[in-house]
C-alpha cells in the first residue's frame, strides 16, 4: 500500500506526494551532510495534440514511454517522479552545474531520437523542454542558501524559458544575483 501510494501507476515513477517527502527529508539531511543536488523538469512538448491526434490512449502509452526514458537514464541515487500532468522532476543527489546539464541534454537528446509504438499500430516522436537548477552545498560560498523549494522554483522558470525559445531543449537556471539570471 506504501509503494502504491507514492507511485504514479501509469509511468511506475514516484508521484507528486512523494517528492514532497523527499525534498523535506533532503532539507534535514542537507543540514547534517551538505552536498550539491540539481533538479530538472521536464515537459513533453505539445502533448496535448498528441492526445488531440491519438487520443488519451495514445497519450498514456506516451507518459508510459517517457517515464521508462526517465528512469532509465538516471543513477539509482536519483530519484525520478511524475510531477503532474506531463510533466517529470528528477532529483540529482550530488550533481553540480555541469552533471546537471549533461543528465539534462541527454535526456533531451534521447528523448527526440525515440519512436512509440501506439496500440493501433501508428507510431509518434516526442520531445521535451527540460529546465534545471543546482543548489549549492551548505558549505559552499553562496550569498543565499537557498530552500528546496526555492531551487525547484527556478528549475520550473528554466522550463518556462525553454518553452518560449522553442521547445526541444534543456535551459538552466542560473542562482539568484548572478550575472546569467534568467
Same mark, same amino acid.
Given at each position: 500500500l506504501l509503494v502504491m501510494a507514492a507511485t504514479d501507476p501509469l509511468t511506475k515513477l514516484f508521484n507528486r506526494r512523494r517528492i514532497t517527502e523527499i525534498i523535506e527529508y533532503e532539507i534535514t539531511r542537507s543540514k547534517r551532510e551538505p552536498r550539491m543536488m540539481a533538479?530538472?523538469?521536464?515537459?513533453?512538448?505539445?502533448?496535448? $495534440?498528441i492526445n488531440d491526434t491519438f487520443g488519451h490512449s495514445g497519450g498514456d502509452i506516451v507518459l508510459a514511454?517517457?517515464?521508462? #526514458?526517465?528512469?532509465?537514464?538516471?543513477? #539509482? $541515487?536519483?530519484?525520478?517522479?511524475?510531477?503532474?500532468?506531463?510533466?517529470?522532476?528528477v532529483v540529482l543527489r550530488g550533481c553540480n552545474e555541469s552533471d546537471a546539464a549533461q543528465f539534462a541534454q541527454r535526456l533531451v537528446r534521447e528523448a527526440r531520437s525515440q519512436g512509440v509504438r501506439l496500440s493501433?499500430? &501508428?507510431s509518434t516522436q516526442f520531445t521535451l523542454s527540460v529546465g534545471y537548477a543546482c543548489r549549492p552545498s551548505e558549505t559552499e560560498r553562496a550569498p543565499h542558501v537557498e530552500s528546496l523549494h526555492e531551487v525547484i522554483a527556478r528549475a520550473d522558470q528554466a522550463?518556462?524559458?525553454?518553452?518560449?525559445?522553442?521547445?526541444? &531543449?534543456?535551459?538552466?537556471?542560473?542562482l539568484p544575483g548572478s550575472m546569467a539570471s534568467i
Amino acid at each position: 500500500l506504501l509503494v502504491m501510494a507514492a507511485t504514479d501507476p501509469l509511468t511506475k515513477l514516484f508521484n507528486r506526494r512523494r517528492i514532497t517527502e523527499i525534498i523535506e527529508y533532503e532539507i534535514t539531511r542537507s543540514k547534517r551532510e551538505p552536498r550539491m543536488m540539481a533538479f530538472l523538469i521536464g515537459d513533453i512538448d505539445h502533448f496535448k $495534440s498528441i492526445n488531440d491526434t491519438f487520443g488519451h490512449s495514445g497519450g498514456d502509452i506516451v507518459l508510459a514511454h517517457v517515464g521508462r #526514458l526517465i528512469a532509465g537514464a538516471f543513477r #539509482l $541515487s536519483d530519484i525520478a517522479v511524475r510531477y503532474g500532468g506531463e510533466e517529470f522532476c528528477v532529483v540529482l543527489r550530488g550533481c553540480n552545474e555541469s552533471d546537471a546539464a549533461q543528465f539534462a541534454q541527454r535526456l533531451v537528446r534521447e528523448a527526440r531520437s525515440q519512436g512509440v509504438r501506439l496500440s493501433d499500430g &501508428q507510431s509518434t516522436q516526442f520531445t521535451l523542454s527540460v529546465g534545471y537548477a543546482c543548489r549549492p552545498s551548505e558549505t559552499e560560498r553562496a550569498p543565499h542558501v537557498e530552500s528546496l523549494h526555492e531551487v525547484i522554483a527556478r528549475a520550473d522558470q528554466a522550463l518556462y524559458r525553454a518553452k518560449r525559445e522553442g521547445r526541444n &531543449q534543456a535551459v538552466a537556471a542560473f542562482l539568484p544575483g548572478s550575472m546569467a539570471s534568467i
